[in-house]
């Protein structure tokens, strides 16, 4: 038993790290006086893979904040981060 439980570890041990997603955004609070961001939000291997996925992980977490997601720019890797940090800002990997 315990030779199988240290095979499986060293099994999960080498393969590789899950590469990341990353989705750009606009969002809107409207609380009397219309504000706007963009920002940048990692999002879970699940909603990777299309613009709703995406909206559906991210639109909850904008809206506890007070925010309303207006759409999914677009879905990239960590090769992506770089370009966006600056235009981000504050919003960069906050949500």
């Not at 291997?45 to 904008?62: E, N, T």
Request: charged share 20%; hydrophobic share 45%.
């Amino acid at each position: 038993m315990k030779t199988l439980v240290y095979a499986l570890s060293l099994a999960f041990a080498a393969a590789p790290a899950g590469a990341g997603c990353f989705a750009d955004y606009k969002a809107k609070q409207d609380d009397g006086a219309l504000r706007l961001h963009y920002g940048v939000a990692e999002l879970p291997d699940a909603a990777c893979g299309s613009r709703q996925a995406a909206a559906r992980a991210l639109a909850p977490r904008l809206d506890r904040a007070g925010w309303t997601l207006l759409n999914i720019v677009s879905i990239f890797g960590p090769e992506g981060l770089a370009q966006r940090k600056d235009r981000a800002g504050p919003f960069f990997l906050r949500y």
